[in-house]
């Protein structure tokens, strides 16, 4: 039972974080600092990153409609708005896709740690503050995700790839960079959305297959009974805070800007550091 109420609030953790520009794989790295699942470290591993499915499954949900092509009730040009909108996901995602899988083990080794999250929640935070700044007075040149052409598109996925260092945030990273380009914010949040599921059901694949083999080749233990409810449970209140997370974030972005994360950020950075640098 406590294992179930620690992947609940691991579940809560990934729910709110996984939208909001502030790092849900940072968090989860700096909850487990403080609430240790009694899982085996390649069970682990594994778990921070397949968790996030329940997170997309909530995006896939409430944009259902907009992302299928195949809806009756859309037009032949909507359909077809539909599926060139996919092809640019498709296009903007081969970035990161390329770089994770080069590097996913040496960045398991090195990144994932407090150092690495403390720094880059104060680095991003300063960067949403001066983007947001220098933006104050900018009129954004795409107001909807389908008026994102292929370039745009592209280079939003070289800006994910920047989310690959714990801290950074996947939606942070993606946002700050729409709004660079001048997509708006409640279109860069959206295609941002749309970005991470073939992201993450490329990155939990991967370390799904990765947790696999190593079970097969005797160097991680199959998971028990505790570790699979562990697992369950976590993804469903991922995907159940998900669904109110994106709700709210989308009505916050379209009368706000992204200041106040940039603000948490910094402050959440500089108490993580502080703290681990008094105990070491």
Known sequence: MLEILKAILFGIV????????ISSTGHLILLNQFV???VTPAFYEMFQVVIQLGAILAVIVLFFKKLNPFAPSKTKNEKKQTWSLW????VAVVPSAVVGFL????????LYNYVVVAV???????????????????QFRIQSVYEIDYKTALLLGAFQCLSLIPGTSRSGATIL??????????SGAEFSFFMAIP???GASGLKLLKYGKDILDGAADAPNQTEISVLLVGSVVAFVVSLLVIKGLMEYVRKHNFSVFGIYRIVLGVVVLGYF????
Request: aromatic residues 10%.
């Open 14 to 21: 990934e729910g709110i974080t996984e939208w909001l520009p």
């Open 199 to 201: 992201t993450m059901l």
């Open 120 to 138: 880059m929640l104060v680095v991003y935070g300063v960067a949403f503050l001066f983007v947001e700044k220098w933006n104050a007075e900018r």
């Open 36 to 38: 240790k699942l009694d």
């Open 103 to 110: 590097l996913d083990d040496w960045m398991d080794a090195h």
């Open 87 to 90: 092809a640019k996901v498709a």
């Open 277 to 280: 640098l008094l105990l070491h």
């Open 177 to 186: 960079g729409a709004i660079i380009l001048g997509v708006s914010r409640s």
